[in-house]
């Protein structure tokens, strides 16, 4: 069983523009969303994290926001810029283990 | 801060013969450490949770023979692929967890070719 379910697959956004992506998860006992940043070859890097007792969070340009009642989070990218250009994971912990979204490759076209 | 190496990048072996992973925590203390293994173009996928000083907990359907796991210090963990074949070859990620925190910090990752 999925813990947490992640969309689209793949986005293509134009420079300058705003790439949102989407994530659910079933188990209210998740206190802990983080996102990551994947580029080729590379190991995932904390990109920005939130926990349920905060509907959102800003960090630059990135942005998550959180609907508890909705279980279901998104990351928005602002101004997106072809050096986002990578593949991003969202992910549910309770504390201990985490549980990875299924992954989104994101095209920022110059 | 929070900066986990992993050694080597990448290795490539001959089918039959055993390889070890090394993953650090270079600049925080981790009791807990994930091993994961992502396919191309797909998410990652728990192998197993090691935590120092005691056996590492597998996910079902690893097999723990062949992946042999040790977490002797706050700061290392290895994973050994014991008897590599070539369906072993992956990209391993290993992460950190650091103690009284929720974030999880990723190596860079090694890619294995096992031929």
């Given at each position: 069983?999925?813990?947490?379910?992640?969309?689209?697959?793949?986005?293509?956004?134009?420079?300058?523009?705003?790439?949102?992506?989407?994530?659910?998860?079933?188990?209210?006992?998740?206190?802990?969303?983080?996102?990551?940043?994947?580029?080729?070859?590379?190991?995932?890097?904390?990109?920005?994290?939130?926990?349920?007792?905060?509907s959102e969070k800003k960090e630059g340009r990135f942005t998550i926001s959180f609907n508890k009642s909705a279980?279901?989070?998104?990351?928005?990218?602002?101004?997106?810029?072809?050096?986002?250009?990578?593949?991003?994971?969202?992910?549910?912990?309770?504390?201990?283990?985490?549980?990875?979204?299924?992954?989104?490759?994101?095209?920022?076209?110059? | 801060?929070?900066?986990?190496?992993?050694?080597?990048s990448w290795v490539i072996c001959k089918s039959g013969t055993s390889v070890k992973i090394e993953c650090r925590?270079?600049?925080?203390?981790?009791?807990?450490?994930?091993?994961?293994?992502?396919?191309?173009?797909?998410?990652?996928?728990?192998?197993?949770?090691?935590?120092?000083?005691?056996?590492?907990?597998?996910?079902?359907?690893?097999?723990?023979?062949?992946?042999?796991?040790?977490?002797?210090?706050?700061?290392?963990?290895?994973?050994?692929?014991?008897?590599?074949?070539?369906?072993?070859?992956?990209?391993?990620?290993?992460?950190?967890?650091?103690?009284?925190?929720?974030?999880?910090?990723?190596?860079?990752?090694?890619?294995?070719?096992?031929?």
């Amino acid at each position: 069983q999925q813990q947490v379910k992640q969309s689209p697959q793949s986005l293509i956004v134009q420079k300058g523009g705003i790439s949102i992506i989407n994530c659910a998860y079933e188990n209210t006992a998740f206190d802990y969303f983080p996102w990551y940043q994947q580029f080729p070859g590379k190991g995932p890097a904390l990109l920005i994290a939130i926990r349920p007792d905060v509907s959102e969070k800003k960090e630059g340009r990135f942005t998550i926001s959180f609907n508890k009642s909705a279980k279901q989070f998104s990351l928005h990218i602002m101004d997106s810029q072809p050096g986002d250009s990578a593949t991003y994971f969202c992910a549910a912990s309770n504390f201990n283990k985490f549980y990875f979204g299924s992954g989104t490759k994101l095209n920022v076209k110059p | 801060g929070a900066v986990v190496s992993q050694h080597p990048s990448w290795v490539i072996c001959k089918s039959g013969t055993s390889v070890k992973i090394e993953c650090r925590s270079l600049d925080f203390q981790a009791t807990t450490m994930f091993w994961y293994r992502q396919f191309p173009k797909q998410s990652l996928m728990l192998m197993a949770t090691s935590n120092e000083g005691s056996k590492a907990t597998y996910e079902q359907g690893v097999e723990k023979d062949k992946f042999l796991i040790n977490h002797a210090s706050l700061t290392l963990s290895t994973l050994t692929v014991t008897s590599a074949h070539p369906e072993d070859s992956s990209f391993y990620i290993c992460s950190a967890h650091r103690d009284s925190f929720y974030e999880q910090y990723f190596g860079p990752g090694t890619r294995l070719t096992v031929t």
